[in-house]
């Protein structure tokens, strides 16, 4: 009987995300450097001959139809590129909110490749591996290693593995779906324009925690102001984190909804977490390590 194989889909946090133009054909270009949870969704697969998923947990009812699910799709754009590649099963429990910034149903994708990477014994550098995370959404190339890095371009062009530092983090999200195509329709930047906001800040590997944060505050997410506007309790999660006693950085993840802080330990971690899930019940709200 085979093994049943799991992986983890953890959250992608943008630090940074820079928002430096719009090209011609309509997709805008980024700067962003972004990290990951150590927890986040966990995906099951048994290798089998048919392909099916079935999706359970927490935030499992915001997830929609399974056969629209990223998973699927990821696993049919490498069926695509790899013959006689072995299907099967797979199983996703959902922890993580939907549409909320923190590439989520990207992660799960990039979960479900790597699992079809090892029942089909593929290496992770095979280049169909990355092909089938390109051809299935912009963040999955950065989530299929889910290590810290620079991503420009369209998402497409990533840079070198960063070694950072594990950082203390409260991630929020106020139960509030955002797409990303509603926040940048609502940002206006015209097609073949750049925007001219300002240059990304040096990002080093190896770097101690304190230079990090000092680096990142020098940055800053473009599409916060227009995210505000179109769900104003983004602009109360902010404002509330950056509140929180020992808060060195509060932003809003990607396009949103989702914000996180970052503290100087997991005890002020903890006390915040404490004290916004009280006075916010319906809230999703997670402590986190990144890196």
Not at 40 to 61: E, N
Request: aromatic share 4%.
């Amino acid at each position: 009987m085979p093994l049943l194989l799991t992986e983890r889909a953890p959250a992608k946090i943008n630090f940074t995300l820079h928002v430096i133009g719009r090209r011609a054909d309509g997709y805008h270009s980024l700067e962003s450097l972004v990290a990951f949870s150590r927890s986040g969704d966990v995906l099951s697969f048994d290798p089998g001959s048919k392909l099916t998923l079935s999706v359970d947990g927490p935030t499992a009812g915001e997830a929609g139809d399974p056969q629209d699910n990223l998973v699927f799709r990821a696993a049919r754009n490498l069926a695509e590129r790899v013959d006689n590649l072995k299907l099967g099963a797979f199983c996703l429990n959902k922890t993580l909110p939907v549409a909320a910034g923190i590439g989520g149903g990207s992660s799960d994708a990039a979960a479900a490749l790597r699992l079809l990477a090892r029942a089909n014994d593929l290496p992770l550098d095979d280049p169909r591996l990355m092909q089938a995370a390109a051809a299935t959404g912009a963040d999955v190339p950065v989530c299929l290693a889910a290590r810290a890095r620079m991503m420009t371009g369209i998402g497409d062009k990533l840079g070198p593995v960063l070694r950072l530092p594990p950082l203390f983090a409260l991630i929020v999200n106020p139960r509030q779906a955002l797409a990303t195509k509603d926040v940048f329709v609502r940002m206006n930047i015209a097609p073949g324009s750049e925007t001219g906001f300002g240059s990304h800040p040096a990002i080093e590997s190896g770097t101690d925690a304190a230079a990090l944060i000092a680096a990142v505050k020098r940055g800053r997410n473009d599409m916060e102001d227009a995210a505000i506007v179109l769900v104003p309790v983004i602009g109360d999660v902010l404002n509330i984190l950056a509140a929180a006693p020992g808060c060195r950085l509060a932003r809003m993840s990607g396009s949103g909804a989702t914000c996180f802080a970052l503290f100087g330990d997991r005890r002020a971690t903890m006390r915040a977490r404490r004290a916004i899930v009280q006075a916010h019940p319906g809230w999703w709200v997670k402590a986190a390590v990144l890196n």
